[in-house]
């Protein structure tokens, strides 16, 4: 049986019938929030960690083409890997370009369950 855990929820919120901060208990909604941190944050917009992030929503104003999409899913892979490394293997990341948005599938294995999860994201451009 896997322990629980107690995380701050992203994105920050408080709870309002308990008037503190609103905590993520399933260790799989953690990482998706993990994830979503990572690739939606840009380089340069945390202070104290210049370089962290992947800047998923740069994309928006990038040209809508074959090669945003390869730009993009080197980026997140790098990303993935440098920030969450110890916390899942991408196992396949596949970006397409579709009419005005970018669709990002993510295959990734959480290292501590050996399990593997899927998360998809659209991007519009």
Request: charged content about 25%; hydrophobic content about 45%.
């Amino acid at each position: 049986m896997n322990p629980p855990i107690t995380a701050i929820r992203f994105p920050f919120a408080v709870d309002g019938g308990l008037g503190a901060l609103a905590e993520e208990n399933s260790y799989d909604a953690h990482v998706v929030q993990l994830i979503k941190q990572v690739l939606f944050t840009g380089p340069g917009e945390r202070i104290n960690r210049p370089d962290f992030g992947c800047g998923l929503r740069r994309m928006v104003f990038a040209p809508n083409s074959d090669a945003t999409a390869n730009l993009t899913r080197v980026a997140i892979v790098q990303a993935l890997e440098k920030w969450l490394g110890s916390v899942l293997k991408a196992e396949e990341v596949t970006v397409q370009v579709v009419d005005e948005r970018l669709e990002v599938k993510l295959v990734y294995i959480l290292k501590a369950r050996q399990e593997r999860r899927y998360l998809n994201l659209e991007i519009e451009l």
